[in-house]
């Protein structure tokens, strides 16, 4: 049996392949896919098998997924592309035969109107149409969207156009784990899990970072427009900052709250939490 893993050039795919050897998965048993396998030559190293796989070309996805039983599919980072892009990883899954597609989606994608949803909504119909099996892991932000901004917090303040909205973000590494765990145990195929972690508002994020660091951080809250130039004047393309601006519209409506513990459950203990996330970051 072997699992094949797309993304492990990336950060997720790299957590849950290191989530399966923790797991005891057999190296040799695990193939982990990059567009520049160079970058896998550590992986290799330890046992891994390591492939070429470029979602725009379907012929390495072909020779990729070859005797896959099982597929976590990394969803792409090239917004705007991912529909044809994932279109084919569902293609040459369909043609390799593979047993089980396990897909990292986003929070709520059936009814989420969040503009980063529509490709995710895309992917899950082509998977339900392709007739593979499959689970949906359906993400909420990662907490390291935020520790990650932890300079800029520090010089700036937080700003965002989220409102009082809370978000239930978790750590890359837990949603990692739920996907070895989903991997590695039997009973998921056609299950949707909602993913998230304990929920926050900005304005907790602010109160967090300025108790941990005793600096006055606030959170300012903009309209819509505001803050896409804010991260436009920031050096972001204009279609990605309008995009996590809108993100920010949905999460002032509970777009990225996930009230459920799915997360939870298939870790076996509590997400880590945003203290402890700006704990590690500070
Ligand atoms: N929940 C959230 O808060 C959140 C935030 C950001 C993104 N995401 C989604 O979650 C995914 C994983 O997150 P991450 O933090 O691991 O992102 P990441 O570090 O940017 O990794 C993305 C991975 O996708 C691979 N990839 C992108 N385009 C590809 C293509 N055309 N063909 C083959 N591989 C391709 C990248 O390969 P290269 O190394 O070759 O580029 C990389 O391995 C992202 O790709 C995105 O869909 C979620």
Redesign the pocket.
């Known amino acids: 049996m072997s699992i094949v893993v797309?993304?492990?050039?990336?950060?997720?795919?790299?957590l849950i392949v290191e989530s399966l050897l923790r797991r005891g998965v057999p190296a040799g048993q695990i193939v982990a896919?990059?567009?520049?396998v160079n970058?896998l030559a550590d992986l290799a190293d330890r046992g891994l098998v390591v492939r070429t796989?470029?979602?725009?070309d379907l012929d390495s996805l072909r020779a990729a997924f070859a005797g896959a039983q099982k597929l976590m599919f990394?969803?792409?980072?090239?917004v705007g592309?991912?529909v044809r892009?994932h279109g084919n990883v569902i293609t040459a899954a369909r043609e390799a035969g593979v047993g089980l597609v396990v897909y990292?989606s986003?929070a709520h994608a059936d009814t989420s109107d969040l503009q980063m949803a529509a490709e995710h909504q895309a992917t899950e119909r082509q998977l339900r149409d392709s007739g593979l099996p499959h689970v949906l892991l359906r993400?909420?932000?990662?907490l390291?969207?935020y520790t990650a901004q932890l300079p800029t917090y520090l010089a700036h303040g937080v700003a965002g156009a989220a409102g009082d909205g809370r978000v239930s973000?978790a750590a890359?590494a837990d949603?990692a784990e739920a996907a070895a765990e989903v991997l590695t145990t039997d009973g998921h195929a056609g299950r949707a899990y909602e993913l998230g972690g304990e929920a926050f508002t900005m304005t907790e994020l602010a109160a967090e970072v300025a108790r941990q660091t005793g600096q006055d951080v606030r959170y300012t809250d903009l309209p819509v427009d505001r803050y896409t130039e804010l991260l436009v004047a920031a050096g972001l393309p204009e279609p990605y900052a309008a995009a996590l601006a809108d993100a920010d519209r949905g999460l002032a409506r509970g777009a990225l709250y996930v009230p459920v513990d799915d997360l939870e459950k298939l870790i076996g203990r509590r997400p880590t939490s945003l203290a402890d996330a700006v704990r590690a970051a500070v």
């Open positions: 797309t993304g492990a050039t990336g950060h997720l795919g790299r896919l990059g567009r520049d970058r796989a470029d979602y725009d990394v969803s792409g980072s090239e592309q991912r892009q990292t986003i993400n909420s932000w990662y390291e969207n973000a890359r949603y």
